[in-house]
């Protein structure tokens, strides 16, 4: 068992594809960038739905009143982990034109665990299903296997983000790429686990937010489906939940900021992350002077809030990009050079291939029956067997017609069962085959020729 | 390819392809392609009756269907995607920038295709009455429609990759979609869709129904009545592709090595078309006149052979593949019909950016053949498991003995003329050379190589390096 071999160099810099982009590169950055944080949005829903769902579940097992809130939680999920996937692929079109090189090159080095999402959100979405359709049915002493479901599957989900957000991480960092071993030693290049802890709070964050405004909107039938709730305590909860996981952030989003590795990080970077976090300071507090709210004002700055947000995620957003075209420019730069370079040899190659032509090519001078022959010389030999009948047998059936070379060679038979079978030379044509027949007759000619007898 | 290289060699990149591939068609086709439309048709058809209970059985019907495209087909299709891109990145690459806007209006569809299932599913028990009802109704016919453009969609992007289109003139996706076979194979897919969907359903039905219901018995009636209506484009369009598929090959496959092996295939076609369809019209015609006699596992026994009809269809791309990922632009192992002669002239090894040597020497030649190995063969071929293995290759050509060095370097300098399924070889007579020393070193010594994905083995620049690009 071998492992590929690469010298330690600096950086790689391979060629980039030569086709230009389909659109302008301006426009299909920012077309990734909002189609990214839409889809962004439904995997946090979905992650965070899932983890939601299971701990009010366990809570559930000794307050029963949060097991019909974990189901209500988990029938959500059905809807955001479909758009989640779904929606994901149009940014996954744009990553794939914009940062050819380095985005396939971050698939095939952590390629396992790359081909394994495909079979894990499978399993996940299976999972969640089971979690979601079995619950009125293992119930009692099965409740422990149910748990158990909705776990698995929220594990799942877990793993799904950690592999995109890694070779995310690692297509910046050219320079480590000659270091990786597979998926799990791309874990250790950059900062992925303070990205993955910010990630996993804002799922909480927004999926809490987006749960205090589905389940405490007017419309949604309270007394049907959680009637142990009222509809200010559910706003409460979930405000709560949003506050509490956005505290946190203001020490997951400074451990990211300050782990990320120094060659993309730049004043634009920062100017952009702080005045996100200004604005989260302002969010944090609102959420908190609704959570002290009396219960008829608790309401009223929903959308406000849902704004300021979609404000926080934009900006972070921006500066993920920011940083990501800092990291890259100047291995792109790299990239160009050195594409540009090699099409110059391509240019160059052809020009003189070109005029070499017009002296012997093209005339036809060039070709000779022993040039010619090349094509049959892989299974033809003048005295054995190669993986055809030899030379000199194919002398003594054709001794003084060429023209049955040609013929054979344009349209093979299969007369010998030992072999496989010959393929069609007619692409060569008619003036080449008589070239090579000439040829093979004129080198199988040997004095004993005559000793072989057709074997058929 | 100037990629980091992933390569599965105990199983086979194609085979992964392969897989993933066929369960994503053999799940698009009958329960969504198929199935939608039954449904729908079946639902309306219980509105008529006014039959609860035949609403409700479609419920579940629906639940099941809803499960498995939301998930294995839904994601098969992705899969699709990514292991294409994984294993050929320069021609998904490629292909991207020529094709963007079909794509993303395939994604559109795509998107669309996801948001009514989950409607016609959801809404289902919501919407059960009244002009509700029919707005039900009218979204699983337009969940059918949706579902049929995807496919649609794909089977002219999969047309065209396969190499039919006259790319580099026309530089249009509708050479693709208008390729020879294209109308005949979409109807033929479409029939077998709606033929086996009926197969599907029918197989469900066991589930959800009592034994000797009367509910069962009309079920059964009503699906065996689908299936005989659509056995007749069935029969049609399979006639239809049989004529046109020679015609096609002739056209894209000029080498004789094939006609052998393509008339066998054709051949074969025709039996087991036939054969499914007598299975399907068998079926349909004892489920019409005696709704009870199949048991659920006969019912396996067309769908059996559907599965293989398929299979064996997928295999004309083989035939109809050229060595090209984008016909007379680019071959399969990456390399550009433009920058062959450079290769051909310098070497590939010096332009490529992850393998362990740069330029040959006589101290190194059994590595850098593996270099060269990995560049230019390891697309298509294993080193010795699996399908394809090179190894295999060889000694079904040469034997188990010995290989003659001459002949090595003859079947590889002129591997494109006597195969025009695979690419010339994209390298100098160094390289030849050491390529041969590694398939010899190969035959005697079957190890395996990792891809990138496994990690590499990293060697020091200081450390005694014979060459340098």
Redesign the interface.
Known sequence: ?????????AV????D???????GEWELKLILVLLFLVHIFFVNLMVGGSLLSVFFEILGLTRPRYDSLAKKIAETI??NK??A???G??PL?CI??VY??HF??A??????A??A??PL??FA??FA?LHKYTWQIWTGGRKRLHVITGGFSAFLFLCIPLIFLTNINLMLFPGK??????FF?SLQIGNVFPRYFHFLSASLALTGLFLAGWFGRRKFPREKHLPDFTRVELRRLFYRVAFYVSLAQLVFGPLLLFTLPGVGVTGTLYWVILSGAAVVLIVLHILWRQIKMPDEKISRLYIPIWMLFGVVVLLMGTGRHVYREACLVEHKQMIADETAR?NA??LA??MS?RAGMGAGEALGGGMTGEKVF??????H?VD?V??APSLREVYSLYKDNPAGIVAWS???G?KRPQF?????????GDEKLTLVADYILEIASGADSAKSEPSD | M?????FLDFFGNRI?IAI?ASVHVFINHPLAVGAWPLVMLMEWWGRRKGDADWDHLMYKITFVLF?VT???G???G??I???T??IA??G???L???F??A??TE?LV??SE??LV?IYF?TWKRWLAGWQKSLHIGVGALLSGFSWLTMMIIVGILGFMMGSGNWPEARTLFSGFFNPIYIPQLAFRTSFAMGTAGLFVWFLLYFFTKKHSDLRRRAVRFVSGWMLIWSVPFAASSVWYWQVVPDAMRANV????M??RFAQWHETLAVIMAITLVALLLAALVGLARPKLIPRVALLIPFILGVWLLGHFERVREFIRKPYVIADYMYSNGV?V??L??FQ?DGILP?S????HHTVTSANEI?AG?DVF?VTCSRCHTTSSGVNAVVNKFE???GTGPW?D???T??I??MH????FMPPFPGNDREVKALTAYLKELQKNR???????????????NQA?TGTP
């Open positions: 068992m071998r492992h590929l071999v690469l010298f330690a160099q790689p810099v391979p060629r594809l030569e086709l230009p982009l389909p659109i059905t809807v479909s758009l996937v779904v929606l692929v149009g079109l794939n034109l050819t090189i396939y090159s698939n095939a080095l952590t390629g396992y790359w081909f999402i495909i959100v499978i979405f299976l299903y790429w000659a270091e990786v071993g597979g030693s090699f040899i391509e190659t052809q291939i090349q094509n049959c010389a892989a299974c030999a054995r190669l993986a344009k349209n093979p299969k496989a079978p010959m393929p069609s030379f007619a692409h060569l | 100037d990629f980091p290289l992933f992964l993933v499960i939301t998930t294995v839904a994601l098969t992705v899969g995607w990514f292991t891109a994984l990145p320069f998904i690459g490629t991207l920038r020529v963007f806007w794509w993303f994604w795509f998107v996801v948001v989950m959801l000029d080498v004789g090595l006609t052998q550009k433009s920058e002669p450079v002239r332009y950016t992850y393998v362990e590595e593996r990995l079904n050509l040469y003659d001459a002949a090595l003859a079947f300098n002129t003329t006597s195969r025009t190890e395996l190589l990792f891809g990138a994905q496994a990690g590499w083995t990293i060697r020091n620049n390096q």
